[in-house]
């Protein structure tokens, strides 16, 4: 009886190390194989320092030395029947890269006559190099939204209420000229940037 006990405890045994090597083996399997999609990339660190940026294909890394960086990305999205695109933001080890939009929400702004208008963009942009999107700024979307806020807001500053509405495309290629270059220092070309709308104060529509 003793020997009886003996042997299924043994059994017992063997099946939660079997389990437990199966368990550990589909994990390091998870961390040793990275399939990268068409217009993807990933970078990759070992031990905490920049390594590769794996292109789109089948990777084997060294398991738990090499490993993917994760940043939190930021992007739109339009629910099914909606014409309204909200931002979500999602925790990634991917970088797309294709074309992306940032959609503003509308900024109060002051004209060289001192007129507070409220003015809303799109700025369309690509990364180039995912390494400098993702070592040489901390919030990539962000940056790039403060940097056409603030851009944007200069520009308004040296026009009159008038020269806004009638400058349209005069402003989108001036704020298109200005940020491009800050932008390259972040791995990305600004494709194109558009203002959607400019909207005087009330007293002025009336």
Not at 42 to 67: A, D, N, Q
């Amino acid at each position: 009886f003793f020997t009886r006990i003996m042997s299924d405890s043994d059994v017992a045994v063997v099946l939660i190390l079997w389990f437990a090597l199966i368990i550990l083996g589909l994990f390091t399997f998870t961390k040793t194989v990275k399939i990268v999609r068409h217009a993807e990339c990933m970078i990759i660190e070992r031990l905490g320092e920049y390594k590769f940026t794996l292109k789109p294909g089948l990777h084997f890394l060294v398991p738990f030395i090499e490993y993917p960086r994760h940043i939190r990305w930021r992007y739109l999205s339009c629910e099914a029947g909606s014409t309204v695109a909200t931002p979500r933001h999602v925790d990634t080890d991917r970088i797309d890269m294709r074309e992306h939009v940032i959609d503003f929400q509308r900024r109060h702004v002051i004209t060289k006559d001192t007129v507070q208008i409220e003015v809303d963009a799109l700025v369309y942009y690509r990364i180039r190099d995912a390494r400098a999107a993702v070592f040489n700024v901390a919030n990539l979307p962000a940056a790039i939204e403060l940097l056409t806020q603030s851009t944007l807001r200069n520009i308004i500053a040296s026009m009159s209420l008038d020269e806004t509405f009638s400058s349209r495309e005069r402003v989108n290629a001036e704020l298109l000229d200005r940020i491009a270059p800050d932008a390259e220092r972040w791995g990305v070309t600004i494709i194109r940037v558009e203002i959607q709308n400019i909207l005087p104060p009330n007293d002025i529509k009336q």
